[in-house]
Each structure stands twice: as structure tokens, then as C-alpha cells.
Nanobody, 113 residues
């Protein structure tokens, strides 16, 4: 019912920046929150940042002060600054409505030291 497509992942050096984008399509009218999760090899998927339809945001402690989530119409962004090797992961876009939880295909972020 809702499709999410991420883009923007890349290989960057430590200290660099990336901006991830997630475009939502389909039955998007009832979405009340969108966010970013990430999963590194051998680790659990974790919340990175979330933004509600009202504009409230929440961040993982590990990215506070470095990452910024924003939403514009049907697209959610994750601006990532001062990247660290520990940020290396597959990043997934997430969207929620009253009934369902939707996921994108993931975009790879690799930060070299």
C-alpha cells in the first residue's frame, strides 16, 4: 500500500557528510510518522531518528548533534554530518500509519577511517 525508496548512501571518509532521501508513494495520506533505522552486520536494527506528522523529532543518543531528520511533503531526509566509522550500516526508511509499518529496501552507508 505504501512504497518507500531510499537513496543517497555512499562510501565516505570519516568526518564527511551524506544526505539520505526517502520518497514515499502509494496510499500515503494517513502516514503519521517517518523515520530512519540502521543495521550493521551482526547487530540488531536500531532506530536512528524519527519525525512525526506534527514535526516532533527523536534521535538515538549516538547520532545526536550530528544527524538531522526532516520531512517535506512525501519525502523524508536524513542529513548526516561528522560521520564516524561506527555509522557504517544499511539504512532503512520507515513509515507508519494506524494499521501498518512500512520499510524501504535500504541504502548502504560506509564510512572509512
Amino acid at each position: 500500500q505504501v512504497q518507500l525508496v531510499e537513496s543517497g548512501g555512499d562510501l565516505v571518509q570519516a568526518g564527511g557528510s551524506l544526505r539520505l532521501s526517502c520518497a514515499a508513494s502509494g496510499s500515503i495520506f494517513s502516514l503519521n510518522a517517518m523515520g530512519w533505522y540502521r543495521q550493521a552486520p551482526g547487530k540488531q536494527r536500531e532506530l536512528v531518528a524519527v519525525v512525526t506528522s506534527g514535526g516532533s523529532t527523536n534521535y538515538a543518543d549516538s547520532v545526536k548533534g550530528r544527524f538531522t531528520i526532516s520531512r517535506d511533503k512525501n519525502t523524508v531526509y536524513l542529513q548526516m554530518n561528522s560521520l564516524k566509522p561506527e555509522d557504517t550500516a544499511l539504512y532503512y526508511c520507515n513509515a507508519k500509519n494506524r494499521w501498518s509499518n512500512y520499510w524501504g529496501q535500504g541504502t548502504q552507508v560506509t564510512v572509512s577511517s
